[in-house]
């Protein structure tokens, strides 16, 4: 069981983000270590592009002994077929580098819903059928055949940026499971996208001073430090076309 962290340092609204420090540690790191706690996995792999600037995210890797993948910028679908490949991955776990809350509990339950249902399901998320956790979360797993069918079918280059909408929109086609949290906490955004949700992570590993904490903690933090939602409750997730 292979996850693979899309990471890259030209984001349009925070540049460089994946890199910014997070008590003390590039925040690319919070995610890695609060991934590899996941008992479920075999690996992790960090699934970079070729361009110059991300240069810094492979020396990173390099340099602290993490596996890695140089592969399309923009071709995202295209970076996790080829890591795959590369890896030799009979399931991928897709996991964002914007996301260093991310749980490994969470991660854990949703590779163990998939692991529950085969030979019945193709992919499963945490985000279906609507995201019901804190938005930061999302953890998405597929087997390698499912990905490889995506990769060849997926003509729509908007869609293979965001790698999965191919597998979400035709379940006509695969076999889609959603594991659901018991309470809607979706209005929580606990991903980093702007300088809103750089401040709010901020606070919140400030807050613990280390990164062994769980979800769980972060909600029971927020609800005592309420008012720190409204740092970044204006900003809008971002959207992938329908077509």
Known sequence: MVAIIQARTASTRLPGKVLMDLAGEPMLARVLRRTLRATTLDEVVVATTIQPADDAIAAICLARGWKYFRGSEDDVLDRYYQAAVE???EAIVRITSDCPLIDSDIVDRVVQEFLDRQPGVDY?????????????????IMRFDVLKRAWFEDTNPLWREHVTPFILRHPDLFRLHGVVNDVDQSYMRWTVDTREDLELVRRIFASFGHDQFSWLDVVSLLTKNSQWLRLNQHVKQKTVPES
Do not use: I, Q, W
């Open 87 to 89: 890896f030799n991955s």
């Open 124 to 140: 499963v998320s945490n985000a279906l059928p609507k995201t019901t956790f804190p938005r930061g979360l999302d953890t998405e």
